[in-house]
T-cell receptor
Framework: QQQVKQSPQSLIVQKGGISIINCAYE??????FPWYQQFPGKGPALLIA?????SEKKEGRFTISFNKSAKQFSLHIMDSQPGDSATYFC???????????FGQGTTLQVKP | NAGVTQTPKFRILKIGQSMTLQCAQD?????MYWYRQDPGMGLKLIYY???????DKGEVPNGYNVSRSTTEDFPLRLELAAPSQTSVYFC??????????????FGNGTRLTVT
């Protein structure tokens, strides 16, 4: 019930294309869903986050879509750039627990 | 502004040895966390702390110990190192529970190999 499943494990996209990464969760008590971006040799950094009271959140080229009934959420990167090449992690947690449960990660490569 | 500082960056241990991974933050955050990252497995929470003197187990606490004597420092202790503890360890901190406007701030990790 604590798992967050992420797919695909790796993704190759051409510059200018759309990158889509999907996550599914089991615990209906989760109410906070962030995405973290990690570059090689660095720690993850928060990219964008959503709560289940909205179905979509957009920040620049990055959009989270959230489907509460299906217990799924996804990250869309529009106009993907080589600088977006990184590992992306979805995560989920319950309010006030501080315990983020991470997905397995997706390594994104954007080809010039 | 240093943020979250982890030392050492790399370490090789022999089976059965012990070591302490150091973590310090200068943001006056009350919450601190230890995660391990293994290929294809994401990040798993080992221990976390909501303030000085208070610690609790995460998903994978076996083989590790922590202490939190100050707000700034949150060391992770490995006793009797085993090959299964070969991993990259990340320390993180946040002002509150790591939600909303209080994201987790991660250090750059310690890469540990146990042989």
């Amino acid at each position: 019930q604590q798992q967050v499943k992420q797919s695909p494990q790796s993704l190759i996209v051409q510059k200018g294309g759309i990158s889509i990464i999907n996550c599914a969760y089991e615990n209906t008590a989760f109410d906070y869903f962030p995405w973290y971006q990690q570059f090689p040799g660095k720690g993850p950094a928060l990219l964008i986050a959503i709560r289940p009271d909205v179905s979509e959140k957009k920040e620049g080229r990055f959009t989270i879509s959230f489907n509460k009934s299906a217990k799924q959420f996804s990250l869309h990167i529009m106009d993907s750039q080589p600088g977006d090449s990184a590992t992306y992690f979805c995560a989920a947690s319950r309010s006030n627990t501080g315990k983020l449960i991470f997905g397995q990660g997706t390594t994104l490569q954007v080809k010039p | 502004n240093a943020g979250v500082t982890q030392t050492p960056k790399f370490r090789i241990l022999k089976i059965g040895q012990s070591m302490t991974l150091q973590c310090a933050q200068d943001m006056n955050h009350n919450y601190m966390y230890w995660y391990r990252q293994d290929p294809g497995m994401g990040l798993k929470l080992i221990y976390y702390s909501v303030g000085a003197g208070i610690t609790d187990k995460g998903e994978v606490p076996n083989g590790y110990n922590v202490s939190r004597s100050t707000t700034e420092d949150f060391p992770l202790r490995l006793e009797l190192a085993a090959p299964s503890q070969t991993s990259v360890y990340f320390c993180a901190s946040s002002y509150t529970t790591g939600q909303g406007n209080s994201p987790l701030h991660f250090g750059n990790g310690t890469r540990l190999t146990v042989t």
